[in-house]
Nanobody
Framework: HVQLVESGGGSVPAGGSLRISCTAS????????VGWHRRAPGTDCELVSS???????YYIQSVMGRFDISRDNSKSTVYLQMNNLKPEDTGMYYC????????????????????WGQGTQVTVS
């Protein structure tokens, strides 16, 4: 049974930091590309950051220099360190894992095809 569990969300003031985690079970984690998607109120779900099996990374422009994604295969976990948080970073953050992800697809389609977590809420005020 494949499962992704996110944790670490919360409410912080602007300029604060959070680290959210995504822990996987039931799959060969070291073979998975993992991404964090964000769904903010009134906006489409978007890919915020991803990490490949060779540790290469992607960041949406609005978080470059502030967010850092990393993985620990021994713990089947991906982390997203978020620094200097802004109100526009507010949203539900979802973790996704896949061997051949199509990152450009819409979130409902991605969620139906791939391992997808329940989300963790990040609120920046």
């Amino acid at each position: 049974h494949v499962q992704l569990v996110e944790s670490g969300g919360g409410s912080v003031p602007a300029g604060g930091s959070l680290r959210i985690s995504c822990t996987a079970s039931g799959l060969a984690f070291e073979r998975q590309k993992v991404g964090w998607h964000r769904r903010a109120p009134g906006t489409d779900c978007e890919l915020v950051s991803s990490i490949d099996i060779d540790d290469s990374t992607y960041y949406i422009q609005s978080v470059m220099g502030r967010f850092d994604i990393s993985r620990d295969n021994s713990k089947s976990t991906v982390y997203l360190q978020m620094n200097n948080l802004k109100p526009e970073d507010t949203g539900m953050y979802y973790c996704m894992a896949a061997t051949r992800p199509k990152w450009g697809e819409r979130c409902p389609i991605l969620a139906s095809k791939n391992a997808w977590g329940q989300g963790t809420q990040v609120t920046v005020s």
